[in-house]
């Protein structure tokens, strides 16, 4: 036995074998091509996945700064609210995903106050924003994404609600918000659940006439919008091109396909609202 051990002990640290795919990994930010060390990863990747996981956990537990973000708004000339959903905390919204679905009893009777009570019909379009489960997503990549997408909307002769920030909230939060306000359609941008490599993905979802209670099957969906996926000038451009058909079928969901093609302009426009 000691023997062995010596003999174990004069081999030294195991050599680092690269993976043969290593040249593909200029082509995708997965975890792919990491080599070796014996058994094991080099240390230097086991560092790297640490890393990613710590960014990732920061993007689910960092605060919304909804007032920065709606600052950031009103000084291009959009009006906000700023809302909350029926979760009074990030411990509740992680446990209690149903109360990230609909909104507190304050701004639920905000919202009908000011909306549900009035006599005049509603917006073609709600924007709601939302933290979701990535607040950094929210923070760099909504307010652009929301200015470009409103102002291709404007353009083309859609009226809007203001934007509608809410705090813990969940995808079918946006249906009550939409219903309360009257609205026809309904698009949340969201951060969506943080990958290992993408800490900041924004999800878009879209439902025509909605209410409290549609579920996943009526609704759109674009994903992983941010610098490093799809950028948001393409994600403006696809959104355009599934609203635009929305209104014209009266439909979401499993009955609206996304066969955008290549040449498209938003809603036929010159597109230079999204540049």
């Given at each position: 036995m000691e023997g062995s051990l010596q003999e174990l002990l004069s081999v030294g640290a195991a050599p680092l074998a690269e993976d043969p795919w290593v040249d593909l990994r200029r082509y995708t930010d997965a975890?792919?091509?990491?080599?070796?060390?014996?058994?094991?990863?080099?240390?230097?990747?086991?560092?790297?996945f640490r890393l990613a996981h710590a960014k990732a956990r920061d993007a689910v537990l960092t605060s919304f700064d909804g007032g920065k973000l709606r600052q950031e708004l009103?000084?291009?000339?959009?009006?906000?609210?700023?809302?909350?959903?029926?979760?009074?905390?990030?411990?509740?919204?992680l446990a209690r995903p149903d109360k990230g679905r609909r909104l507190s009893d304050e701004s639920?009777?905000?919202l009908t106050r000011k909306f549900a009570q009035s006599k005049t019909p509603g917006a073609d379009i709600c924007l709601v924003i939302s933290p979701g489960l990535s607040a950094r997503a929210a923070h760099e990549?909504?307010?652009?994404?929301?200015?470009?997408?409103?102002?291709?909307?404007?353009?083309?002769?859609?009226?809007?609600?203001?934007?509608?920030?809410?705090?813990f909230g969940r995808v079918a939060v946006a249906?009550?918000?939409?219903?309360?306000?009257?609205?026809?359609?309904?698009?949340?941008?969201?951060?969506?659940?943080p990958g290992l490599s993408s800490p900041n993905s924004l999800g878009v979802y879209l439902t025509y006439a909605p209410f409290p209670g549609c579920t996943d099957?009526?609704?759109?969906?674009?994903?992983?919008?941010?610098?490093?996926?799809?950028?948001?000038?393409?994600?403006?451009?696809?959104?355009c091109y599934l609203v635009q058909g929305a209104f014209a079928r009266g439909v979401t969901g499993v009955n609206l396909k996304d066969d955008m093609p290549a040449n498209y302009l938003p809603f036929g426009g010159s597109g230079a609202a999204i540049l």
């Amino acid at each position: 036995m000691e023997g062995s051990l010596q003999e174990l002990l004069s081999v030294g640290a195991a050599p680092l074998a690269e993976d043969p795919w290593v040249d593909l990994r200029r082509y995708t930010d997965a975890r792919i091509a990491l080599g070796r060390c014996g058994v094991s990863l080099p240390h230097k990747e086991w560092l790297r996945f640490r890393l990613a996981h710590a960014k990732a956990r920061d993007a689910v537990l960092t605060s919304f700064d909804g007032g920065k973000l709606r600052q950031e708004l009103e000084s291009a000339g959009l009006h906000c609210l700023e809302l909350a959903s029926a979760a009074e905390n990030i411990d509740d919204f992680l446990a209690r995903p149903d109360k990230g679905r609909r909104l507190s009893d304050e701004s639920c009777s905000l919202l009908t106050r000011k909306f549900a009570q009035s006599k005049t019909p509603g917006a073609d379009i709600c924007l709601v924003i939302s933290p979701g489960l990535s607040a950094r997503a929210a923070h760099e990549n909504a307010a652009l994404f929301a200015q470009r997408f409103l102002a291709c909307a404007a353009s083309a002769g859609f009226s809007t609600t203001p934007v509608a920030l809410v705090n813990f909230g969940r995808v079918a939060v946006a249906d009550e918000v939409a219903s309360l306000m009257k609205a026809r359609l309904v698009v949340i941008l969201i951060g969506e659940r943080p990958g290992l490599s993408s800490p900041n993905s924004l999800g878009v979802y879209l439902t025509y006439a909605p209410f409290p209670g549609c579920t996943d099957e009526a609704r759109n969906c674009i994903s992983n919008v941010r610098p490093a996926g799809l950028s948001i000038e393409e994600g403006v451009r696809k959104l355009c091109y599934l609203v635009q058909g929305a209104f014209a079928r009266g439909v979401t969901g499993v009955n609206l396909k996304d066969d955008m093609p290549a040449n498209y302009l938003p809603f036929g426009g010159s597109g230079a609202a999204i540049l």
